[in-house]
């Protein structure tokens, strides 16, 4: 069987601090494949994810703030369609708070809707506003959705995505405890999809899960700059029921796609 990908993204996770708030995460640092990655400017997450869920650089998608105003996106397809458009018995999974990377309604969407694979089961959108309602209450919603669809569906492709950190960050700091707090939350996330992944997982079914962050934030909190607290990035990856990948420990965020992709062939 094809391996199943199941990519976990921590908007503005400054992975400094998060190694000190976050059992789960700092383990999979030691076991798994890790690098950091520096994230091209501006260090908004709207070509920060645009970026690393398409393969494209911002110059491709056209993305270069959070309006997604002249983005090309329909021309650049997610790391979930063209896993699909590969192999079309391909099914995908995508859960996020933020509707820019998910809703048909919003700024853009990142992961594109595939409407036709919808209605045939191979394709599963779970779209939420924590903008409107807080990430801390969508976050929970994202994650509780995320363990049924691994655990009863076991999609080939998934991609779930967490702003709670972000949030934190941009209302506090990125040192303080609140942000800490908000890393544990979510580390508590990561632990229990790593369980469920585990309770599936085998030589017959084999599992890659990736972390990433779309940027990291200055001490104060913020970010959209060029400084290297801003662009910091990192990939962890770790495989269940095969190897951990055997990736360059130096590429380009645009690069991360592909490079998941490869493990499914």
Known sequence: MKTKIL?????GLNLATALEASPTITALKSS??????TMPAPTF??????TLLTGSTHEEHGVSDNS???HKLHHRPDLLSRAFYNDQTTTTFAAAGWPALVDPAGHGPVIHERREQQLAF??????????????????????????????????????????GVDEAGHIFDSTG?????????????????????EARASADEPWLVVITTDHGHRAEGGHGGDTPAERAS???AQGYGRANPAWPQEFGA?????LILAERL
């Open 234 to 236: 990192f990939v962890i």
């Open 177 to 197: 405890p609140e942000y800490k707090a908000a890393i544990t939350k979510i580390d508590a996330y990561v632990a229990s999809m790593i369980a469920a992944v």
């Open 122 to 163: 191979l394709h599963r959108v779970i779209a939420r506003d924590g903008e409107m309602y807080g990430y801390d209450v969508i976050d929970a919603e994202v994650h509780e959705a995320a363990i049924y669809a691994i655990e009863n569906k076991g999609p080939d492709v998934s991609f779930v995505y967490f702003c």
């Open 254 to 258: 645009h690069e991360l796609t592909p």
């Open 45 to 50: 997450s709207g070509p920060g994810w645009s």
């Open 7 to 11: 990519l976990i993204g921590i908007d």
């Open 32 to 37: 798994g494949f890790f690098t950091t990655i």
């Open 68 to 70: 997604f105003i002249g």
